[in-house]
């Protein structure tokens, strides 16, 4: 009786501790984005058609209503019931996932939607939920830490899991959101050189493949640029990693030397064999470094010469691995990267998309007077290109408010994170601040051309149900397991 009376006490004490802020954000944003909805899809402004279940905006506030509701249950379950059933919840969500990618209806290629009667539903925005829940019990787990690598292939496998079954679904942008849970892993221990290792393969694939048309020394430029850039990297980890003055000296000399004899011969008329060159100089590096782990430190300067081994092999494979995609995808890579203009086919979206915010200038055309939205230029503006929306009839004022609303929702998920007691609540609260950050920075990137358009919703604002329920999932048990710390 002592145990229900504390429980009851403690609900009915709830309101005192949720926070409030965060709350008023989440309410702040549905409502912005029913009403950018609306401006999307309809020519003139009526309360009837806002509110009316015949119109998107009105299926998007029914969903916000339906997600209010369950915000409120998730509000009032005991905080330890999410800790209990974090790994079913997360095996379930597995299951569905796999199943969803062999008896969903094919639309457009992906088969991502169950449907359950009038109603669709994508259950890879519910598997993020049970993803962030899983991580969270695996850190929470007594004794584990991120300092070994059956620690490194648990965590890993974790995130890594949902991503292969999504793959199968044939949904890439949905997958890659569960790659944002590495700062997560960062926060909780990963060393720094994995985030440095994922930036470089960023950076060598666009480089591999925005210059594969031009040649340096008979070899295709892109490559030639990864070695160059692969050989800067090497010396600066052995200058500022490995603390070794003397390695990075000689290894910076070797290269500027062969670098400057090569100019030499080039200006004597002298034709020099690029694959012979790189392969001399990068591996003569790698036995010296090799030599030097004898001497210096053993790891550190391991660990740089199989970074430098790793980055010629990752920019050998890049156009191979580029090869495999589906031709769409490698369109709008193209696309993204200047390489190929397209503005009637796979270009086509994210051209009219910048004509409209740019259209839009400082203050907007005014709500519902964006002709660019009216005309419907812009493909499916009403999910994946709201933003657009936003930025031709509010203008930079109105677009810059959006994004504000953003980096303060997901500084609050960070401070809610900082300010936990328990390690499960605070590694979950990451995860739902870089799944916003993530979401945040490929929609809106997209949208003004600087990444590729992988169909990416924004969250709160883009229109679907399956979305809005799934980051009302996540806030709202944040908000719980914030109320008990």
């Known amino acids: ?239 500022f990693y490995c603390r070794s003055l003397t390695l990075g000296r000689n290894v910076a000399l070797w290269y500027g030397g062969t670098g400057l004899l090569v100019w030499l011969l080039s200006l004597a008329g002298i034709d020099v064999n690029g694959w012979l060159y790189f392969g001399v100089v990068i591996a003569v590096s790698v036995v010296y470094l090799l030599v030097g782990m004898l001497h210096d430190d053993l790891r550190r300067v391991s660990l740089t010469a199989g970074f430098l081994v790793a980055s010629v092999a990752f920019s050998l494979v890049v156009d191979y691995a580029f090869q495999g995609m589906a031709v769409y995808q490698q369109k709008r890579i193209l696309v993204t990267l200047g390489v190929e203009d397209d503005p009637k086919g796979y270009g086509y979206n994210v051209r009219q998309s910048q004509i409209a915010i740019g259209s839009g200038g400082l203050t907007g055309k005014g709500f519902m007077e964006g002709t660019q939205t009216k005309l419907k230029f812009v493909p499916e503006q009403h999910t994946d290109f709201i933003f657009c929306t936003i930025g031709e009839e509010q203008g930079f004022v109105g677009s810059m408010a959006v994004l504000l609303l953003f980096a303060a929702l997901i500084l609050r998920c960070v401070v809610i994170a900082e300010r936990q007691h328990s390690t499960f609540a605070r590694v979950y609260s990451y995860c739902v601040a870089c799944y916003l950050l993530f979401h945040l920075f490929i929609n809106v990137g997209m949208v003004l051309g600087i990444t590729p358009v992988i169909g990416i919703p924004l969250p709160l604002f883009s229109y679907g149900g399956s979305s809005m329920w799934g980051f009302t999932l996540l806030l709202f048990i944040m908000l719980r397991l914030d109320a008990d710390r």
């Open 1 to 239: 009786m002592s145990q229900l009376r504390l429980n009851s006490a403690d609900d009915k004490s709830l309101p005192r501790y949720i926070d409030w802020m965060t709350l008023v954000l989440y309410f702040v944003m549905v409502a912005a984005g029913a009403v950018s909805i609306y401006a999307a899809t309809n020519s003139h402004y009526t309360l009837e058609a806002l509110i009316s279940f015949d119109q998107n905006s009105g299926k998007q506030l029914l969903w916000a209503g339906l997600s209010f509701v369950l915000g409120l249950a998730l509000l009032l379950i005991d905080k330890r019931l999410y800790d209990a059933y974090a790994y079913p919840f997360y095996a379930l969500m597995i299951i569905v996932l796999i199943a969803t990618a062999f008896i969903a209806t094919d639309i457009k290629g992906s088969r991502s939607w169950l449907t359950l009667g009038p109603v669709s539903l994508q259950p890879a925005e519910f598997a993020k939920t049970a993803t962030a829940l899983c991580l969270a019990k695996l850190f929470d787990t007594y004794g584990f830490r991120l300092d070994n690598w059956k620690s490194y292939a648990i965590a890993g496998g974790i995130i890594v899991l949902p991503m292969l079954c999504i793959v199968l679904e044939h949904e890439t942008g949905s997958a890659l959101v569960y790659s944002s849970l590495l700062l997560v892993l960062y926060r909780e221990g990963m060393s720094g050189l994995v985030l440095f290792a994922m930036a470089s393969v960023v950076a060598y694939a666009i480089l591999a493949l925005k210059f594969a048309s031009l040649s340096l020394l008979g070899i295709p430029l892109g490559i030639a640029l990864c070695f160059i850039v692969a050989m800067v990297l090497t010396v600066a980890m052995l200058l």
